[in-house]
């Protein structure tokens, strides 16, 4: 055995003294013959190892269509179906693809259309397990939006309700005091307002969306997330505002928050965390930021940033290998990112908004359903088609591409009960972030309708 293995190595030796010589000699034939050759079976099989460990979302099951809600008389209703935005969208590119009516090589941006918004802002919370945590969460969602964008429907607020929340003054048991957001949002049509309805709005405008949705997206729970949801919504009369969306089977967070978002009808769709770590009446400074960066089309994001907080108590506290890997993720982050999104400070934060406009650019092609998928959302936006740049009459003068990301900062606090596992999930969030950026760039995912 011992005569074997001599003669092997001596068997290497000769090989690689053998391809030294031929690079030395002829460097060219050498190029041609080895070196293209392995770099292109090594690309070859770069390629189809992506194809086998890229994740692909999973088609959703019918009863993930439907949604629940409480009926006026404490019950719960039937599962009803939910509206989806995407299907028509999806649709309606399947045709254009099939009876196209623009001449083929004539290059224009890409320009899908979404059904106009019913209410004024869709909230999806994503919930796994939560029980114990998601009634604070919601509390401190529904006294925000409550005051700020009321009930749809003209739906009035519980006499209890009212009540409870003048009583709320400062203290420790308050809630976060709210500040009224600017609007500064570009018009939906050349006559339409900024500002919010009125009594004497003409009859030849078209009505503006008012109030809000809650979409609880229960990501495959195994505990009382469900009853939880739906006693809160009995309590403070909540009949078909908030909405609870069972999933047959654990998704993951990405992949929760791509089902809600496929289906809100919100002028603003907004995904906040179900344990309320981030302040909810932030989500003013949200608006105020996608709308300062709104293009033409109206696409504009916005997320809330946790970065301003470096160096504070809240993360002084943390554990030294938590700081570490922070700190460690958002390098590789800098180094596998585009432009734009690499400079990103926070893109982990749960607590982003998106504007109506924006979505048929990103929703249809996300894939991750872990915990980056935030990423791929801000890299689809940044990739986004190009859109119209309009003159002050209406005429084209050029194009914007891409859709612009407002970072703004928001107060948050930890919360107890977190579900993700440090070291491993830091391990497998840069391990998918490696697979994501591979995948996009080798055109294993890519835009087209999913």
């Not at 030395?24 to 070196?35: I, K, M, N």
């Not at 607020?157 to 308050?174: A, F, H, I, T, V």
């Not at 600017?182 to 309805?197: A, E, G, M, Q, Y």
């Amino acid at each position: 055995m011992a005569a074997e293995g001599v003669t092997l190595i001596e068997s290497l030796e000769q090989l690689v003294w053998l391809l030294w010589a031929t690079a030395s000699e002829r460097p060219f034939y050498f190029l041609l013959a080895f070196v293209l050759p392995l770099f292109s079976l090594a690309i070859v099989c770069v390629y189809v190892l992506l194809h086998l460990i890229a994740p692909k979302p999973r088609l959703p099951y019918p009863s993930e269509k439907t949604y629940i809600t409480t009926n006026t008389d404490g019950t719960v209703c039937a599962p009803r179906p939910l509206p989806c935005w995407y299907d028509r969208w999806h649709a309606a590119g399947k045709l254009s693809q099939e009876y196209p009516t623009i001449p083929a090589g004539f290059p224009v941006p890409e320009e899908p259309t979404i059904e106009p918004a019913e209410v004024e802002v869709s909230v999806v919370v994503p919930a796994y397990n939560e029980e114990a945590r998601i009634t604070a969460a919601l509390e401190e969602m529904i006294e925000y939006l409550d005051q700020q964008f009321g009930r749809p429907s003209n739906q009035l607020l519980q006499p209890e309700r009212q009540d409870r929340s003048s009583q709320k003054k400062g203290g420790k048991g308050s809630k976060r005091a709210t500040t009224p957001h600017r609007l500064v949002f570009k018009p939906d049509s050349p006559t339409s307002s900024t500002s919010r309805p009125t009594t004497g709005r003409a009859a030849s405008e078209p009505p503006q969306p008012s109030g809000y949705e809650i979409l609880i997206i229960d990501d495959g729970s195994r505990d009382r997330t469900v009853d939880v949801a739906l006693a809160f919504s009995r309590k403070h009369g909540l009949h078909d505002v908030l909405r609870v969306v069972k999933l047959a089977k654990n998704r993951g967070k990405g992949g929760a928050v791509t089902h809600g978002l496929r289906h809100v009808r919100g002028k603003y769709a907004v995904f906040a965390d179900a344990d309320g770590a981030s302040r909810f009446s932030d989500l003013g400074r949200l608006i105020e930021g996608c709308e300062d960066v709104v293009d033409g089309s109206n696409r504009g994001v916005a997320i809330g940033s946790r970065a301003h907080l470096v160096g504070s108590e809240a993360v002084v506290k943390r554990s030294a290998i938590r700081n570490f890997l922070m700190r460690s993720f958002h390098f590789v982050l800098m180094i596998l990112t585009p432009p734009a999104t690499s400079r990103i400070r926070d893109t982990q934060c749960g607590f982003k908004l998106f504007s109506r406009a924006s979505l048929p650019h990103i929703v249809p092609y996300m894939h991750t359903e872990g915990w980056i998928f935030d990423i791929e959302m801000l890299m689809l936006a940044e990739s986004a088609p190009a859109t119209p740049v309009l003159a002050s009459d209406g005429s084209v003068i050029g194009t914007s591409s891409g859709i612009r990301v407002a970072e703004v900062p928001v107060g948050w606090h930890e919360v107890d009960g977190s579900k993700m596992s440090l070291v491993q999930d830091s391990v497998r969030m840069a391990l998918g972030l490696a697979v994501l950026r591979a995948s996009w760039m080798m055109g294993v995912y890519r835009r087209r309708l999913t």
